[in-house]
């Protein structure tokens, strides 16, 4: 082939300027998650509504379908090609004051959250005070109790030794949160019919591996946290119902950024998954 195939997820580096490499065809493969897109593809941001899967065989249908397509096609023209849908999975809450067993556990606790307005909105309409942060400074944040808590996927919980600072996790499963496997649209014009669809073929069957990993390696993770003391609470279907209808609005609220056309698709697409 023309181009190597191997994907670079290079930590060290910004998404911003690994998305900018990608699009100038000076780099070839990019995974990442749809938060840093956002800002070029505001459609992407319907990912960040609060609850909006109930669980993976949900986002797995939203994103194998038709709608995972239509949200690939508002990538291409900013130079972009997805060639699947992978995922960094549900974001759950931890913090170092108090179990969470309702959203009025969560009045007052200082969180911090992605600097996205819709995490935002989110975690205030819960009652949470939100506070947009780097990642890089979290964990000095809640070791210094500078913040309460913070919200990401059992992994990113597990791998960053969230547990050596944070007492409680609650496993809201309040956002999840895909990743796209991005080629260079510049160097995807270059390549043959076979190439490209030799791409697709291998990254959809990394796909059912990659989900596979991720959820065993949840998990691992999540048993691994409560052998290092971190005190886990489930959140029960009726105060799930009440989170749901607290975040509501953030829904009407976010329809200008996102647009009316993607929510409505979206809402329609899931009525089906869920016997509606």
């Not at 291409?76 to 969470?100: C, D, H, I, M, Y």
């Not at 510049?186 to 490209?196: F, G, H």
């Amino acid at each position: 082939m023309k181009h190597s195939l191997a994907a670079h997820r290079l930590h060290a580096l910004a998404p911003a300027l690994l998305v900018t490499a990608l699009r100038g065809g000076t780099l070839e493969m990019v995974i990442t998650s749809t938060s840093p897109l956002v800002g070029m593809v505001p459609q992407l941001g319907v990912f960040d509504l609060p609850f909006l899967f109930n669980n993976e065989k949900e986002a797995d249908a939203v994103l194998d379908g038709p709608f995972g397509q239509y949200m690939s096609e508002r990538l291409l023209p900013t130079g972009l090609v997805n060639l699947a849908w992978w995922e960094n999975g549900f974001r759950n809450l931890t913090n170092s004051r108090k179990p969470v067993r309702s959203a009025t556990d969560m009045s007052g606790l200082k969180v911090r959250v992605m600097q996205n307005h819709i995490f935002l909105d989110s975690f205030k309409a819960l009652g949470a005070t939100a506070t947009p942060m780097a990642f890089g400074e979290v964990y000095g944040a809640l070791e210094s109790r500078a913040i309460d808590g913070q919200e990401n996927p059992i992994v990113t919980i597990d791998t960053s030794k969230m547990y050596e600072v944070q007492k409680h996790l609650a496993l809201t499963k309040h956002a999840y949160t895909p990743f796209l496997v991005l080629y260079s649209k510049k160097l995807w014009d270059t390549l043959s019919a076979d190439e490209q669809k030799a791409l697709v073929d291998c990254s959809i069957v990394g796909r059912d591996e990659q989900r596979k990993v991720s959820r065993e390696l949840s998990d691992r993770s999540l048993a691994k946290l409560k052998k290092e003391g971190m005190q886990v609470t489930e959140i029960a279907p009726a105060e799930l119902d009440k989170m749901r209808a607290a975040t509501a609005p953030v829904y009407e609220r976010s329809k200008a950024s996102i647009g009316q056309e993607t929510i409505d698709r979206i809402q329609t697409v899931l009525k089906p998954l869920r016997g509606g």
